[in-house]
């Protein structure tokens, strides 16, 4: 019968997972060892590098990619130590993969940390984390069962998705990894950009892996379905940009191009709205509008508002925006008072 006790990493004094993974890997007679991890660095992987040099040929890694997170340095301290990860991309910036195992196990019995900590330096010592330290006996038909269906599960699946979960043989693979942005460079703080024109790499050709999406049973007949009120979706889109320009984004090259950090709303990329009216008097009429009689055009119109920044899925915080509209021109502008 299985036997589980608790680990919480930074909330109990005697409870990190950097010991605790170390100490699993070390287990006597242990004759394979599987680990599944959403994220790992080279900081992550140096903590228990002693560890995993010794059950290197007895070890397999499964790691997540095209996260933000998970870097080339990670895999090549991995293969100096003799292991050669899998690597699980799901094309998918919505759905990573995240399954956090540290398991040892041979015919007799099984060792698994199972939680959140991932294979980075915050993981294993600094984050706040909390895992299961779980030991199975595989004469229960029950333990068996639990192991079987977590091992088989992840290992089978580079014969399942072949595109998407593939072993790293080589440095090279490596190495075109992070040319096509699915591995992070640690020297470097890489944001998402885009430009205009550029054409789609290769990567994001590869289609989204397909996964099991558990949808709301519908009622069984017979029963009536209770009465609720579906929350409505307040998201509308109410404008959208051409392609920014340099100017725009504050990176200008030419001379005697000034930087202004300043985006005019006018037509964009929309049709059929009078766009000397329409932000001013629709998407921004709530705002507490003002005049400054100092300026040297008082004739400007000025509010603030409070905008979250979100590029490609990521969220950079929320800022305060000051938006000006000049009534005696047909735009309109958003300066970033960041």
Same mark, same amino acid.
């Given at each position: 019968m299985a036997e589980i006790k608790i680990l919480l990493q930074g909330l109990s004094e005697d409870d990190d997972h950097d010991t605790a993974v170390n100490e699993l890997l070390q287990l006597p007679n242990i004759d394979n060892y599987?680990? !599944?991890?959403?994220?790992a660095r080279s900081g992550g992987v140096e903590r228990i590098s002693g560890s995993l040099l010794g059950v290197a040929g007895r070890?397999?890694?499964?790691?997540?990619?095209r996260n933000g997170i998970t870097s080339i340095q990670s895999?090549?301290?991995?293969?100096?130590l003799g292991i050669k990860a899998f690597v699980v991309d799901t094309?998918?910036? #919505?759905?990573?993969?995240?399954?956090?195992?540290y398991a040892a196990y041979n015919n007799e019995l099984a060792h698994i940390i199972?939680? !959140?900590? #991932?294979?980075?330096?915050?993981g294993l010592n600094r984050n706040i984390e909390a895992s299961s330290y779980i030991k199975l006996n595989r004469q229960s038909l029950t333990d068996e069962a639990y192991l079987i269906k977590l091992v088989n599960v992840i290992t089978d699946m580079p014969a399942a998705y072949p595109e998407h979960v593939f072993q790293i043989t080589t440095l090279r693979q490596a190495v075109v990894l992070l040319k096509e942005g699915r591995l992070e460079d640690e020297r470097v703080t890489r944001l998402p950009s885009a430009s205009k024109g550029e054409p789609e790499k290769e990567r994001d050709k590869l289609p989204p892996i397909p996964t099991y999406i558990k949808t709301t049973p519908k009622p069984h007949k017979g029963v009536k379905k209770r009465t609720t009120r579906k929350a409505k979706n307040t998201a509308v889109l109410i404008w959208e940009s051409k392609?920014?320009?340099?100017r725009s984004l504050n990176i200008p090259r030419g001379a005697n191009t000034n930087i202004t950090g300043d985006a005019n709303l006018g037509l964009g990329a929309m049709a059929d709205i009078d766009f000397q009216h329409y932000f001013r008097d629709v998407v921004f009429s709530s705002l507490r509008w003002g005049i400054d009689p100092t300026s040297r055009s008082p004739h400007l119109e000025r509010a603030e508002m409070d905008v979250e920044l979100i590029i490609k899925n990521i969220s950079y915080g929320t800022f305060n925006l000051e938006v000006t509209h000049d009534p005696e021109q047909a735009h309109q502008a958003m300066h970033s008072t960041m």
């Open positions: 599987l680990l !599944s991890l959403a994220f070890i397999q890694i499964f790691v997540g990619i895999l090549f301290s991995l293969f100096k094309a998918a910036n #919505n759905k990573i993969f995240h399954p956090k195992i199972l939680g !959140s900590a #991932n294979l980075t330096f915050g392609a920014l320009t340099e």
